[in-house]
């Protein structure tokens, strides 16, 4: 089953406002959890790195306050695309790193979710 | 982490081995390999990872050349739901859980 969900898997929304993506662990907790945003035929591109109860890490050329990153809980995490725009379509994706497991594979991604701005 | 590099495309017919090739030529001694695989309008998925020794699981092996330069990621019998884009990453293990995602290689499974 899921380890990650996300959702919601597809949304659709007019220019100029803002549309919620929610990133839940589902088999444990997880203190970090990134975003992702991948362009149709693109590879996958890191946005920011989501940090429980302190502020999210950015990558260069992400906008902080365009992209609004919450991690209020150990197993949720919200990224808010606020005053969209029709270049912020794209998909995006979050993993999480099950650090604590003894697993070999520590990353789990989500469904991913397709945002189309109209 | 390591930069990767991969052919963009391969293709295969069904029921064939695909070979997915690998160089990452400046791979430090406690970076691990590890592949992942995105199908179409999905999340990455986890197939194998190894540091040294070649590794088989229920889905792939992964041949590690002596050197650890380079790496092959085999699917024994590709089937057409194995098309998708196959992503190699080095990474320490369990840190640096940010991935950095190459283009990849795009495999297409032919009948």
């Known amino acids: 089953g899921a380890v990650v969900s996300q959702h919601p898997s597809r949304v659709i929304c007019k220019s100029g406002t803002s549309v919620k993506i929610e990133c839940r662990s589902l088999?444990?907790?997880?203190?970090?959890m990134f975003w992702y945003r991948q362009f149709p035929k693109q590879s996958l591109m890191l946005m920011a790195t989501s940090n429980e109860g302190s502020k999210a890490t950015y990558e260069q050329g992400v906008e902080k306050d365009k992209f609004l990153i919450n991690h209020a809980s150990l197993t949720l995490s919200t990224l808010t695309v606020t005053s969209a725009h029709p270049e912020d379509s794209s998909f995006y994706i979050c993993?999480?790193?099950?650090?604590?497991?003894?697993?070999?594979?520590?990353?789990?991604f989500g469904e991913g979710s397709w945002l189309t701005v109209v | 982490d390591a930069k990767t590099t991969q052919p963009p495309s391969m293709d295969c017919a069904e029921g064939r081995a695909a070979n997915l090739p690998c160089n990452h030529s400046?791979?430090?001694?406690?970076?691990?390999v590890y592949w992942y695989r995105q199908i179409h309008s999905q999340g990455p998925q986890y197939i194998i990872h190894?540091?040294?020794n070649n590794e088989t699981n229920e889905m792939a092996s992964l041949i590690i050349t002596e050197d650890r330069k380079s790496s092959t990621l085999i699917l024994p019998h590709a089937t057409l739901r194995d098309t998708a884009v196959y992503y190699c990453i080095v990474r320490v293990f369990r840190t640096a859980s940010k991935l950095t995602f190459g283009t990849g290689t795009r495999l297409q499974v032919m009948l």
């Open positions: 088999d444990f907790q997880a203190t970090t």
């Open positions: 190894g540091l040294k």
């Open positions: 400046t791979i430090s001694g406690n970076e691990y």
């Open positions: 993993s999480v790193d099950a650090a604590a497991g003894d697993a070999g594979n520590t990353i789990y």
